[in-house]
C-alpha cells in the first residue's frame, strides 16, 4: 500500500515559479529514481525532470534552466522547483516513484496529480 501525495500546483502569473513536492507513504523497502512528469488536455504525459537515488538528474528539453528537481531520501519526499513559467507549462503534474515494496523488485507508482495553470 504505497501513495504518492502531491502539493504545491495552482495558479500563478507567467514569470512566477512554484515549488511541486511528492511524498511517498506505505510499506517501503526503498525507492529508486524519482521524477515529475505532465499532461495537458488533449496531449500525451511527457517528462518533466527525474532524479535516481544517487542524486543523478534529467530534464526535458522544454525545462532545462528553469527547473531543479530535488528529494529528501529521509523523507521520502521529491521536489520540483520551477521558475519562470510559462503558459505552455500550464498541465496536471504527476509524480512518479520507483518504489521498492517487500516481495518485489520494483513497482511503479503514479500520483494522483496536482493542476499547474500558469495565467498570461
Known amino acids: 500500500q504505497v501513495q504518492l501525495l502531491e502539493s504545491g500546483g495552482g495558479l500563478v502569473q507567467a514569470g512566477g515559479s512554484l515549488r511541486l513536492s511528492c511524498a511517498v507513504s506505505g510499506r517501503i523497502f526503498s525507492i529508486g529514481t524519482m521524477g515529475w512528469y505532465r499532461q495537458a488536455p488533449g496531449k500525451q504525459r511527457e517528462l518533466v525532470a527525474t532524479i535516481t537515488g544517487g542524486g543523478t538528474t534529467n530534464y526535458a528539453e522544454s525545462v532545462k534552466g528553469r527547473c531543479t528537481i530535488s528529494r529528501d531520501n529521509a523523507k521520502n519526499t521529491v521536489y520540483v522547483q520551477m521558475n519562470s513559467l510559462k503558459p505552455v507549462d500550464t498541465a496536471v503534474y504527476y509524480c512518479?516513484?520507483?518504489?521498492?515494496?517487500?516481495?518485489?523488485?520494483?513497482?511503479?507508482?503514479w500520483g494522483q496529480g496536482t493542476q499547474v495553470t500558469v495565467s498570461s
Open positions: 512518479n516513484a520507483n518504489v521498492y515494496v517487500p516481495g518485489r523488485f520494483y513497482e511503479d507508482y
